[in-house]
């Protein structure tokens, strides 16, 4: 057997880093069994739906490292649930329901008055062909539910009726199908919900394992029970946690600074993503992990914690920070052309300057500076402008060598008597502007001798 995933977002917007770690989980897993990842579109809803959302999908997942072996959209597969449709209304499980949502939430209402379980009732079953003629001719249009398994005979009479699975993430889960109210499938205008069309597509598509958000618990006890009546063996369950804000909100479509193109523009690095996505909320500490292959390495769905997690963007910044200042150049030359680092100093210049990197884009600012100076001219007072000076007097002649730097101090502090911070920190706001930075000594040899003379002050 083929270890087969999905991931199904609905193409209505971005997705965001709460929808990367369900598409990371299932991306993840199959890496780690050599099995297929399908991306799938749920796009049965075609009013909101985009080509263009599900253009921007692929390009987030491609970006994260996460690339499909198949792409599906639903709304090319209306045939397949139209088929189903038709199997289980010969079936006697799927049966036509004419009310419309005023009266089924006072239905609810009702049975909460009377502490009951505020379910459908299956009213329509007890319909007779003079009411729903009736209903026809008033204009209404049915939509269909699913009659679930709960009873023995009489489907007025519901009874406990556990669905039992084996969770990959959560262990032993059990759902009461007599607590919930029988699906909606069909709406009333003849489009699908999705619990159908998924579970066509799962059965078509031979998915094994299908690892969600555990906000879609219940929702599966449904779904086992339209995979039996389908004929189908149900794939194996996980469901992992949600992401929150730090505030407990949970996450949507409408944070666009939590969505993965808002990330990618922020300067936040891929594999900062995936291991925060991936590691939060789990027994494993969260930390920044180089490739993709070293964290499906350390993935594992069981060591999920079954409580909410809260997602700090500040911990994105740490994650990026230390991936950064690890990073060899080679993975990031083709990117420091964009910022202009070209030249035969850019393979010194990111090892001079990757430890003070919060944002690759910082390197432009530090690529500037070694260019061209400081951003702006620091104020010396007398007697540092004095020191500085006799210090510039003594800067050796080329050729330099990596102990430039030593060499130079060493004379300065001879000829001046000056040491530690009085001596280091005026040269440092001479060569850079800034009281802080890279390592002067690996800066310097990249200054030259001439480069380093224009800034005297």
């Known amino acids: 057997m083929t270890v087969t995933v999905r991931f199904a977002p609905s193409p209505t917007g971005r997705i965001h880093i709460g929808n990367a770690r369900t598409a990371l989980f299932n991306w993840l897993f199959a890496q780690k069994h050599r099995g297929r990842f399908i991306q799938r579109f749920d796009d049965t809803d075609v009013v909101r739906s985009k080509q263009e959302f599900a253009d921007a999908i692929l390009y987030d997942l491609h970006w994260l490292g996460i690339f499909q072996d198949a792409t599906e959209y639903q709304s090319k597969r209306f045939d397949r649930y139209d088929a189903a449709v038709e199997r ?12 419309t949502p005023e009266e089924l939430d006072l239905r609810r209402k ?8 505020p379910v459908y009732g299956r009213e329509a079953l007890a319909l007779t062909p003079e009411q729903i003629a009736e209903y026809e001719t008033d204009g209404r249009r049915p939509h269909w539910r699913f009659l679930l398994p709960n009873f023995t005979s009489d489907p007025l009479q519901p009874e406990r009726t556990e669905i039992h699975w084996n969770d990959l993430v959560r262990g032993e889960e059990t759902v009461d199908l007599a607590s919930v109210s029988d699906p909606v499938l069909v709406r009333e205008d003849g489009t699908y919900l999705y619990t159908l069309p998924s579970v066509v597509d799962d059965i078509d598509m031979g998915v094994t394992h299908v690892i969600r958000g555990d906000d879609h618990v219940t929702n599966t006890g ?20 949600l992401l929150t804000t730090t505030s407990g909100e949970g996450l949507s479509k409408r944070s666009g600074a939590l969505s993965i193109e808002g990330l990618r523009e922020g300067g936040i690095e891929p594999m900062a993503v995936a291991s925060l996505a991936v590691l ?15 964290l499906a390495e350390r993935f594992d769905p069981a060591a999920t914690s079954k409580s909410a997690a809260k997602f700090d ?12 200042h690890h990073m060899p150049f080679e993975q990031v030359r083709d990117r420091l052309a964009i910022l202009g680092v070209s030249d035969s100093r850019a393979a010194p210049f990111w090892q001079a300057v990757r430890g003070n990197c ?15 100076g400081p951003l702006e001219q620091p104020e010396f007072s007398d007697e540092d402008r004095e020191f500085l000076r006799q210090a510039f007097d003594l800067l050796p002649e080329e050729p330099w060598d990596a102990t430039i730097w030593k060499d130079w101090t060493a004379a300065v502090k001879e000829a001046t008597g000056r040491k530690g911070k009085s001596l280091f920190m005026p040269l440092r706001l001479a060569l850079t502007g800034l009281s802080s930075g890279p390592e002067l000594a690996d800066l310097l040899p990249l200054l030259g001798r001439e480069g380093t003379l224009a800034r005297r002050p």
């Not at 009702?110 to 379980?117: A, F, H, M, N, Y």
């Not at 449904?222 to 946690?241: D, K, R």
């Not at 919060?358 to 061209?372: G, M, Q, T, Y």
Request: hydrophobic share 50%.
């Open 88 to 99: 289980l209304k010969a079936a006697g499980v799927l049966y036509a329901c004419y009310e």
């Open 110 to 117: 009702v049975r909460r008055t009377r502490g009951l379980p």
């Open 222 to 241: 449904v779904q086992i029970a339209i995979f039996h009546a389908l004929g189908a063996q149900a794939p194996v369950f996980g469901h992992h946690n």
């Open 280 to 294: 939060i909320g789990t027994s494993e500490n969260v930390e920044a992990v180089p490739t993709m292959a070293e």
């Open 313 to 324: 963007p500040d911990e994105l910044l740490v994650l990026n920070r230390s991936l950064l």
């Open 358 to 372: 919060d944002k690759l884009s910082d390197a432009a600012l530090w690529w500037r500076i070694v260019k061209e």
